[in-house]
């Protein structure tokens, strides 16, 4: 069975770092598309940073430029997104998703991402 978990969000002071990982179990993240996106209340889900794992593409929101970094570790079948410097305008439900790898860029789409995982809270405030 194809499973996503998150893990790794809390709360947090302004200015502060969390790590989240995404866990991938029934299948390799191999050639896959993995990005995170977040909700933050009443807002829509937007793309805060995805990787094409198959050719090391990257992309960040403007928002997290600078701030986040998304790496996989294929031994562990993971994927994390490092959060550095955090605002409370970061704080909503993170998700990882999944897509299979189609180009040699990466899409942060989020009506492409096919396999979900539940989603883990992250709050940013003092």
């Known amino acids: 069975q194809l499973q996503l978990v998150e893990s790794g969000g809390g709360l947090v002071q302004p200015g502060g770092s969390l790590r989240l990982s995404c866990a991938a179990s029934g299948f390799t993240l191999d050639y896959y598309d993995i990005g995170w996106f977040r909700q933050a209340p009443g807002k829509e889900r937007e793309g805060v940073s995805c990787?094409?794992?198959?050719?090391?593409?990257?992309y960040y929101a403007d928002s997290a430029k600078g701030r986040f970094t998304i790496s996989t570790d294929n031994a562990e079948n993971t994927v994390y997104l490092q959060m550095n410097s955090l605002k409370p305008e970061d704080t909503g439900v993170y998700y990882c998703?999944?897509?299979?790898?189609?180009?040699?860029?990466?899409?942060?789409?989020?009506?492409?991402?096919?396999?979900w995982g539940q989603g883990t809270q992250v709050t940013v405030s003092s």
């Open positions: 998703a999944v897509r299979r790898t189609t180009t040699v860029w990466t899409v942060c789409n989020m009506s492409v991402y096919d396999k």
């Open positions: 990787i094409n794992n198959r050719y090391g593409k990257t």
